[in-house]
């Protein structure tokens, strides 16, 4: 029996709060994702780079921030969804397990928000294993079109016979892409409640982690005043059988 565990975690772009106030937690978050001991950390809201704020901030990592987060020995992977005035950020995925294969499909809906699926094959075991890291939009309809997009690529691009994992950010606060998603074989942890967001008092499930080909185990979320601190997500992490 094979155990993987599983973390995804909105990082707000390693930097919190507004104006005069504002703060970098790259630094603080290394220590976090390094403590959550995950095979497999989803990460979205990760910059490559932002000229305004590496000037800003006297210690912003020389490194992107995908290969400063990674812990030792992960292979991290890297890519844009949105570009913007003054830099890039997108999804990532730090593994501990070989990477074989990544891939990227832009599921933009309207031109207001910029939102992509990372797509990254890894060999778990001497068995391969698929992981999508999603970040979908703000309005209603456009993740319904995007939960179409995703089904789309996945009947293109995964062995129906192979491991899938898909996490992230799904901003669906009234779980109603549950149905569609399910309707794709993705199934999450039934009737567990494990609400991310706002992290100072999370009310909303909108972060999940779902899978096709495994077996859920369990889930939770950390809490603690340090975790309120480091984004406006709490991170995720699962345990599921392979």
């Known amino acids: 029996m094979s155990i993987l565990r599983v973390a995804t975690y909105n ?6 709060g507004l104006g005069p106030a504002r ?26 780079h932002h000229r305004k704020l590496e000037k800003h901030f006297t210690r912003w990592p020389e490194l992107e921030q995908a290969d400063y987060l990674s ?27 070989p990477v074989l294969d990544t891939r990227h499909s832009d599921v933009s809906d309207h031109r207001f928000e910029q939102r992509g699926l990372l797509h990254v094959q890894l060999l778990v075991e001497g068995r391969e294993v698929h992981v999508v890291v999603v970040h979908f939009g703000l309005i209603h309809a456009s993740r319904e ?19 899938l994992i898909v996490a992230g950010d799904f901003n669906d606060w009234g779980a109603q892409l549950l149905k569609p ?14 609400p991310t967001y706002p992290a100072r008092l999370p009310i909303l499930h909108l972060d999940r982690i779902y899978m096709r080909g495994l077996k ?27």
């Not at 998603?181 to 494990?194: C, N, Q, S």
């Not at 859920?216 to 392979?242: K, Q, Y």
């Open 11 to 16: 990082i707000h772009k390693g930097v919190q």
């Open 23 to 48: 703060r970098l937690e790259i630094h603080n978050l290394a220590h976090a994702v390094e403590q959550f001991d995950a095979d497999i950390v989803c990460l979205q809201e990760v910059r490559r």
């Open 71 to 97: 812990p030792e020995g992960y292979e991290s992977v890297y890519r844009t969804n949105a570009v913007t005035r003054h830099g890039e950020h997108g999804n990532a995925l730090l593994s501990r397990w």
């Open 145 to 163: 079109r995007q939960v179409q997009r995703l089904g789309r690529y996945v009947a293109q691009e995964v062995p129906s016979d192979a491991p």
């Open 181 to 194: 998603m399910a309707a794709l074989d993705l199934r999450t942890f039934d009737g567990v409640r494990l």
């Open 216 to 242: 859920p185990l369990s889930a939770h979320v950390p809490h603690g005043r340090a975790w309120t601190r480091m984004s406006d997500h709490l991170p995720l992490i699962a345990e599921l059988e392979l």
